[in-house]
């Protein structure tokens, strides 16, 4: 390393314009500005390296301030630039400002990009390795902003004593678009992981790192330089933004970093010995920017409202405490091993001298001790020896270790050499256990970060996946219960099909039994219609014979007459010319006259006595008609003399009743009367001497007896005359009743009857309406049937004249040929033989006839049937087709319920195994905690680092727990 050379911080204010809330409220703008260096606040001056007034632009503050850094890092200077200041003060402003904005674009853009066109214009010789890393400190914990997964990690000192965030990612860039892309990774993972990206901002101070390595090919010198480029948290103490949800414990933690960033700063101020670096992690990084080896600007943010009057002034302060920090800046130069060869020869050169001079003073203590003394020229001289010792060290390029506390400078603290050697070895070997100590715990809050994150992972996974069983839960008791809906259908259908079946089988017997209604129905149709015939033959025959009869009758009268006239002739002609014959005539005559005076006698008696018959028939039938009457009548009187009868028995028994009971009060009336005598004789026989008084009394006593039954007597009297008065009444009444019970009784039979004779009618009418309609149907069958019989018949009747021709001619032939030749026998048997045949088939055919006839008369019962089976199978085929439908469609339903369901655990599974596979590449660079020593030229660089990218994937958060997930899972 180069020698150092002590340089001042640097400290530069900016003031921001007012802000739109401030001018809407009014506030005044109170920084005054005197020169380039110059701000009064309230009449003090505060002075700075630069001040910048509000209306400086991003390029101007760019060009004044960074662009040397730039140069400075290249050549191999480490730098930092840091943004101080009170929240909304232009901190952030002033660093990023709008990172893809030309005009708007703060420092570090402007530095990314100026960086790279530096190296574009240097040596080609050169070759660089730039690598970036990203990270904020948040409640004193730094989190890695280009890995989220990195959200502890600690600080370590490398061989020259130099604190750097241990395991942090550093990403190797090679053009301007990279870097930028890593800062605008860091910024998204930053926003991600708060939920008030504002308020979180303002309570972290963000850390962009760049670092530097070039090597010049030819001479192999090598050169590092750091660049931090520092967005501070928000100067004003956390209670004065009024730091909400915060725990106190936080607030203090809040403020902790930034405290001890002054008292740090103080302290270098003050040039005490003692610097708290590590207070707080921040102070610890920034150790080499704070008084050590960088050239470091500090940016002072104010605001000009006199609202932040206090505020400003204080970061004014503070700015000004920290422009009086030296540091002793040098170079980072790697030596090359001539470099390394020629320091070890000047080393070893002033090992020689020192080693003279050592023996050159013990030889001089010696001499001292043996009392010698020793002249002042022969004296060690001190002088010549430092000026030795000073003009070796110069020439040799000593390495500069990192200004740690001397314990020598301790205040209080007075140490030998050795002491001195010893407690120092001591220290840093605590301070190596402390930074292992913090390393481990580092390791383990990581450790238990992961867990936690892996834990929320599971329970995330447990829920969702007992949501998704609740919900495949549901859909399978859905499922079920369509089942069981769907079996009850079907069953409700099969039962349906039997009752159908049932109903079928039950409608065919009913057919069955129509049809046998039917054919006895036209049975009898044919025995009444033969029945008829036949009583028509016969009435036709009466009619016959009566028309005969009475011909004969006429006939008869006509001859008798003619006779009669023939005689009257005769005897009035013959009167004279057979006077003889005369004689004979008169007997004849007179014979016939008595003959037909006894015929017409008994005609005349006979005609009487059938007109008596029928009057008397009529008389009787009159008579049995009033006899039926009458002995309706007679039977109701019977029954209501019956009735009567009965309430009089009813009566008399209650007569009886009453009767004894009066008897019985008369027995009671004598008892008392019997024993009132008794007394009255007892008193006589005691009272003797009072007896004609006593006889007076017994008179008296005797009538009043006398007049008390003369009362009674005639009380019963009148009782019973009005019970038999009383009686009579009832049973007349109840006679009454009777009657009209009776009465009514009748008129209820004579209606029922009429009822069951019109019922008996209406049901007559229907059954011969029915008969005719049967009968009519019967008719047109038959008429059918007979058409078809007759054009049978005569068909059969033309085969049979054609068979018989052709047998006859045959028979001819056969004739004539028997005559050529002799006949054989067995052609006659063949004759016979076809004569059977031919007799046995008519005999069959005319039975087939007859069988055709039958089933002719069966076709349209059958044909009913048929139709009515075909509309049943019809009716239970659409039934049929409806139940099949109905299982099709929910069977479909089903089907489709299932592919759904699938379906919804399809992609589930899908993801998951996506991720997985997406999970597995692990690079080695960003294995959490393994430093990275990449040594690779510019064009390795660019093949190493692509994958590394941010397009490389798998720094998506949940992708990589995921596949955290999966492998334990594996
Ligand atoms: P801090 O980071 O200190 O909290 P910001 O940088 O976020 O504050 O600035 C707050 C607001 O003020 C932002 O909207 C920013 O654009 C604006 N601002 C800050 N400084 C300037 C400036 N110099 N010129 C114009 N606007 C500024
Ligand atoms: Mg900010």
Redesign the pocket.
Known sequence: MADPAPTTIKVVC?F??L?SSELARGDQYIPKFKGEDCVLMAGKPYYFDRVFQ?N?TQVQFYNAVAQQIVKDVLEGYNGTIFAY?Q????????MEGKLHDEDMMGIIPRIVQDIFNYIYSMDENLEFHIKVSYFEIYLDKIRDLLDVTKTNLSVHEDKNRVPFVKGCTERFVCSPQEVMDAIDEGKNNRSVAVTNMNEH??RSHSIFLINIKQENTQTEQKLTGKLYLV?LA?SEKVGKTGAEGTVLDEAKMINKSLSSLGIVISALAEGSSYIPYRDSKMTRILQDSLGGNCRTTMVI?CSPSAYNDAETKTTLQFGQRAKTIKNNVSLNVELTAEQWKSKWEKEKEKNKTLKNTVTWLETELNRWRGGESVPVDEQFDKEKAKAEVQALDTATNNDKTAPTPALSTLPGVKLTDAEKGKCEAEMAKLYKQLDDKDEEINQQSQLVEKLNEQMLDQEELLASSRRDHDTLQKELNRLLAENEASKEEVKEVLQALEELAVNYDQKSQEVEIKSQEFEALSEELNEKSSSLASIDSELQKLKEMTIHQKKRFTEMMSSLLKDLAEIGIAVGSNDIKQQESTGLIDEEFTVARLYISKMKSEVKTMVKRSKLLESSKAENTQKMEETESELTACQLRISQYEAKIKSLTDCLQNVEQKKRQLEENVDCLNEEIVRIRAQEKVNTMEKENEIQSANEVKDAVEKQIQSHREAHQRQIGNLRDELDTKEKLITELQDLNQKVMLEQERLRVEHEKLKAADQDKSRQILDLTALQDRQEQARQDLKGLEETVARELQTLHNLRRLFVQDLSSRVKKNAQMDEESEVSAAQKRKISFLENNLEQLTKVHKQLVRDNADLRCEIPKMEKRLRATAERVKALETALKEAKENAARDRKQYQQEMERIKDANKPKNMGRRASAVIAKPIRPGQLPGAPINFSVNRSNLIENNQPAGIKGGGNNRLEKNRSCLMITQL
């Open positions: 900016r921001r314009p802000n509000s400086t200041g929240t909304s003060s232009g901190k952030t402003h002033t901002s303002s967005d928000g943010c």
